[in-house]
């Protein structure tokens, strides 16, 4: 399932670099491609897993981007 989210916050593009390396970590995420520049993350990931994907993966946002407010568009 790929999904879109709006990223409000995002500090510089080093730190888009290494959010993302992070968030293609997690379990059941199979791609994720983050634009600095328009703010928007896309996300695939494994459907069965949906809730639980989003909310690691705006933990792990939140751990690496304290400020970083993240919305599904």
């Known amino acids: 399932m790929k999904s ?3 990223l409000k916050g995002l500090d ?3 730190c888009a670099l ?3 390396k992070t968030i293609g970590k ?3 995420v199979k791609e994720v491609h983050i634009n600095f520049m328009t703010e928007k993350m896309e996300l695939v990931y494994d459907e ?3 809730d639980e994907i ?3 993966v705006k933990k792990v946002a ?3 981007e304290p400020d970083i ?4 568009i």
């Not at 407010?69 to 599904?72: A, G, H, L, R």
Request: charged fraction near 50%; glycine fraction near 4%.
């Open 48 to 50: 069965n897993f949906k």
């Open 69 to 72: 407010e993240i919305e599904e």
């Open 18 to 20: 290494e959010l993302e």
């Open 62 to 64: 939140k751990k690496e």
């Open 4 to 6: 879109n989210f709006k």
């Open 26 to 28: 997690i379990k059941g």
């Open 54 to 56: 989003i909310t690691k």
């Open 12 to 14: 510089c593009a080093n």
